[in-house]
């Protein structure tokens, strides 16, 4: 490690960066064969839970760019996974729900993923998993409240 540098072996950044990678590639693992993406399976995801979610709202939730989710958007209303209306019911927002379909993809998308947080919460105990939930969730708030 260089006098200035961040020594990779002690860094919790790096290694939230690390589990964030190597979770993301497991459920990618999982949801490929279901023809999905983590992205896919997050817009599904959110849209079950709050729908009428504008393509703006969704992008935030996804972690992707606005116009990444509207190609995602736009396949998956082709696709029969998502409706949105022909017009905006208010100003240019489109409101997206899911279809039939699209909640059917979600249910076997939704135990894919679960499988891969079970096998990940495998070595940690009930209070262990709160305790990892609570400073997680606080790491999370200090850099958004120092933003």
């Known amino acids: ?26 459920m990618e693992e999982v949801l490929r064969p279901l023809g999905m993406s983590v ?4 817009c599904l995801e959110l849209l ?6 504008s393509n703006s709202e969704l992008a935030r939730g ?3 760019t606005r116009q990444s989710m509207n190609v995602l958007l736009q396949a998956l209303e082709r ?12 100003g240019k ?7 039939p379909r699209g909640r059917r993809s979600l249910e076997k998308a939704t135990a894919a993923v679960r499988s891969v947080e079970v096998r990940m919460l495998a ?9 990892a ?14 933003a």
Request: a negative charge; proline letters at 5%.
């Open 62 to 64: 996804a972690f992707v």
């Open 1 to 26: 490690m260089s006098q200035d540098g961040v020594d990779l072996e002690t860094s919790l950044g790096y290694l939230l960066k690390e589990a964030s990678s190597v979770l993301r590639a497991a």
């Open 93 to 99: 927002v489109l409101p997206a729900r899911l279809t």
């Open 39 to 42: 992205t896919h399976y997050s």
């Open 133 to 146: 939930f609570r400073v997680l969730r606080s790491m999370v708030h200090s850099l958004r409240d120092g």
């Open 123 to 131: 070595g940690l105990s009930g209070d262990e998993q709160a305790a």
């Open 79 to 90: 696709d029969g996974y998502v409706s949105r209306p022909a017009e905006a019911p208010v």
């Open 48 to 53: 079950a839970q709050r729908p009428g979610l």
